[in-house]
């Protein structure tokens, strides 16, 4: 079976440019996460969504955004750039909304913001 | 608000050493706790959970870690590594509020000399 899938896997963007970065859960899973993970650090939340719906959202600008189709495969979007948004971006996914649930990770997508 | 703290950061290790790495987390209710582990090359895993009942929870590959709700703390142990545990590993808390922000520690790398 395949895993959670990211695309693309490596990206280069400049200041103030817009970035989207996708993610298809593993078939059958509802839910999906994103998360920024920063070189040295953990993951660092930034959204959830269950069935096209916003769950959760953690400390990140307005630039930040999110969505989730109907074959629950999502989008993130990131607006105006800025040199610190440069991280590795990773989607999780799992069956349902519950924080018992496992999540399963993606390779991630690595944004480099020059 | 939730944190999770991972006492080392770097640990090195000869095969057939014991292995402990710390984990302590800030909330104050009921929680999930995970330890994840990122092969070299390979996607975060799930290596462990615990959600309630027996503290000492078991996970792959002999892993073992114990929750100890008086100090805040699940410690990840294994009593002999071998070279193949060399990984980044990192403790997560999801707090039982019915939401699924998972806080993930900085992370511990491990390598583990053969």
């Known amino acids: 079976d395949a895993g959670v899938t990211q695309s693309p896997t490596h990206l280069i963007k400049t200041r103030g440019q817009h970035v989207t970065l996708r993610c298809s859960p593993i078939?059958?899973?509802?839910?999906v996460s994103w998360y920024q993970q920063v070189l040295g650090q953990g993951p660092q939340f930034i959204f959830q969504?269950?069935?096209?719906?916003?769950?959760g959202r953690g400390n990140f600008p307005d630039r930040f955004s999110a969505r989730q189709f109907p074959n629950y495969s999502s989008e993130l979007n990131v607006n105006a750039l800025l040199l610190g948004d440069s991280a590795l971006y990773l989607c999780?996914?799992?069956?349902?909304?519950?924080?018992?649930?496992?999540?399963?990770f993606g390779p991630g997508t690595r944004l480099t913001v020059l | 608000a939730q944190s999770v703290s991972q006492h080392n950061h770097h640990v090195i290790l000869s095969e057939a050493a014991s292995l402990e790495l710390g984990c302590n987390y800030s909330y104050g209710g009921t929680v999930n706790l995970f330890w994840y582990v990122q092969y070299p090359g390979q996607h975060l895993q799930l290596l462990l959970k615990y959600f309630s009942g027996d503290p000492l929870v078991k996970g792959i590959k002999g892993f073992e870690a114990e929750f100890i709700k008086s100090k805040f703390s699940f410690n990840l142990r294994k009593p002999s590594v071998q070279w193949s545990d060399t990984a980044e590993y990192f403790c997560?808390?999801?707090?039982?509020?019915?939401?699924?922000?998972?806080?993930f520690g900085a992370g511990t790398r491990l390598f583990v000399k053969a």
């Open positions: 999780a996914s799992s069956l349902y909304i519950s924080s018992y649930n496992e999540q399963f």
């Open positions: 078939s059958g899973h509802k839910s």
């Open positions: 997560a808390v999801n707090a039982n509020t019915g939401g699924f922000k998972t806080i």
């Open positions: 969504y269950y069935e096209k719906e916003e769950r």
